[in-house]
């Protein structure tokens, strides 16, 4: 994906909320951390579960595997939101 898709407005995620959104047939996790939006794969790369069903813990996602495996993600630092 190499272009601005918008997937959310800014109102919808109050500081420390995560939301999965679908873009171009993606899943993806869009996280807001402190008023700076971020985004990444809603999936866990250990067995493929969904980030969006872990939790935020500061700067860092923990992912709810079914086998109660924890996975830290930190999401990349680059801004999801323009402007």
Not at 20 to 31: F, I, K, S, W
Not at 49 to 69: N, T, Y
């Amino acid at each position: 994906m190499s272009q601005f898709v918008p997937v959310a407005k800014v109102t919808e995620l109050s500081p420390g909320q995560m939301k999965m959104v679908v873009a171009d047939g993606e899943r993806l996790l869009l996280v807001n951390m402190a008023g700076t939006f971020y985004v990444i794969s809603d999936a866990c790369g250990h067995d493929w579960a969904p980030l969006s069903r872990g939790k935020l813990e500061g700067h860092v996602i923990v992912c709810a595997a079914l086998r109660q495996i924890r996975c830290a993600h930190r999401p990349a630092p680059q801004r999801a939101i323009g402007g």
